[in-house]
């Protein structure tokens, strides 16, 4: 089995930064894509940032404000974030695309982490 635990979340002042952290944990025997998605209440799920051994990909939404960075040695993928908006207050998903050590290749994702930018 594969799990993913994000850690991070919390509550942070418009203009703040925040970082989250995601470890992939189990039977991994190699992990192409890691990234984060978030979803607001009432909002469809949608993808935040994204890195592969070849390239990253960003939302437009927080396009210059994050950086997403990946430790292939420790399975964990980060997202640094900055000059935070309220309009990022999201449940926050880990996802990796991981091929397991007894065969397929699945995508994965981890409970979810709350961050909340208010006054």
């Known amino acids: 089995q594969v799990q993913l635990v994000e850690s991070g979340g919390g509550l942070v002042q418009p203009g703040g930064s925040l970082g989250l952290a995601c470890v992939a944990s189990?039977?991994?025997?190699?992990?192409?894509?890691m990234g984060w998605y978030r979803q607001a209440p009432g909002k469809q799920r949608e993808q935040v940032a994204i890195?592969?051994?070849?390239?990253?990909n960003y939302a437009d939404s927080v396009k210059g404000r994050s950086t997403i960075s990946r430790d292939n040695a420790k399975n964990t993928v980060y997202l640094q974030m900055n000059t935070l908006k309220p309009e990022d207050t999201a449940v926050y998903y880990c996802y990796a695309n991981i091929r397991t050590t007894s065969g397929p290749t699945a995508n994965y994702w981890g409970q979810g982490t709350q961050v909340t930018v208010s006054s």
């Open positions: 189990g039977n991994i025997f190699s992990i192409y894509a």
């Open positions: 890195i592969t051994t070849s390239f990253t």
